[in-house]
């Protein structure tokens, strides 16, 4: 059996984008697997979509710690346990300590719905709208301590209409987000595959299609 990198999702909310991630994995040439699945809040629909599709799902409440590092803590001995190599961000809404980002080093990706380093942070549909932009997107990107400013992997633009609302325009990011991530995904596993390790440069590279503008090499 050819080998598949071990992924582990840290969610916090309805998966969709791990569902994504699953379907992608579905196919036997996709060079990764979810092997955990980890939500910070227990009423989180993704949890379903994971013991649904078989993979193990483990409820870790970030209340029930007295620190962001005794939290992340926990998260890195799940992830460990299961041998994961990568871990994707799907939806998980807390900010990560530096001591896990560094723990990970560059084995951390994350979707977020703006085309950075345009609109980091939240509410990105909303001041979109209000700066006027005419064209917004979604940006897959390595995790460092600073907040959505790590190196990009790739980034996919769609129209800003004016009688769009945050709403409109979330719906349009999100379906983008869902090619985007099984896409990118694919592309770091098959570097891990191929090279055993992630160097980030900073001489970037350009691999363009109809869907992706990959601007970091990995």
Same mark, same amino acid.
Not at 9 to 26: K, P, R
Not at 102 to 126: A, M, V
């Given at each position: 059996?050819?080998?598949? &990198?071990? %992924?582990?999702?840290?969610?916090? #909310? ?10 992608? $994995? ?21 949890? =379903?979509?994971?013991?649904? *599709?078989?993979?193990t799902a483990k409820i870790v =409440? ?10 992340? *803590? ?13 871990? $994707? ?11 896990? %980002? ?8 994350? &979707?977020? !719905?703006?085309?950075? !380093?345009?609109? !980091? ?10 700066? #006027? ?16 400013? #790590?190196?990009?992997?790739? =980034? %996919?633009?769609?129209? %800003?209409?004016?009688?769009?609302? !945050? ?39 350009? =691999? ?11």
């Amino acid at each position: 059996m050819t080998r598949r &990198i071990k %992924v582990g999702v840290l969610i916090s #909310g309805t998966g969709t984008n791990l569902q994504a991630l699953i379907d992608a $994995c579905q196919s036997p040439n996709y060079p990764a697997e979810i092997v955990v699945v980890i939500s910070n809040n227990a009423n989180a629909m993704g949890i =379903q979509r994971a013991q649904e *599709s078989g993979i193990t799902a483990k409820i870790v =409440q970030h209340e029930n710690y007295a620190t962001r590092e005794e939290f992340d *803590s926990q998260l890195s001995v799940i992830l460990s346990k299961a041998k994961c190599e990568l871990i $994707c961000l799907a939806g998980f809404m807390r900010i990560l300590s530096e001591d896990f %980002v560094n723990r990970w080093g560059n084995r951390i990706l994350n &979707i977020h !719905p703006s085309l950075l !380093p345009s609109f !980091p942070g939240t509410k990105t549909h909303e001041r979109a709208l209000e700066a #006027g932009v005419k064209i917004s997107g979604c940006t897959l990107h390595f995790v460092t301590a600073a907040l959505d400013a #790590g190196p990009i992997i790739g =980034q %996919v633009a769609v129209p %800003v209409f004016d009688s769009d609302s !945050p709403h409109d325009l979330a719906n349009r990011v999100l379906a983008e987000e869902h090619k985007l991530y099984s896409l990118g995904l694919k592309l770091v596993a098959n570097k891990l595959l191929n090279k055993g390790g992630i160097r980030i440069s900073s001489n970037k590279w350009l =691999q363009n299609d109809s869907l992706l503008n990959f601007s970091t090499e990995i």
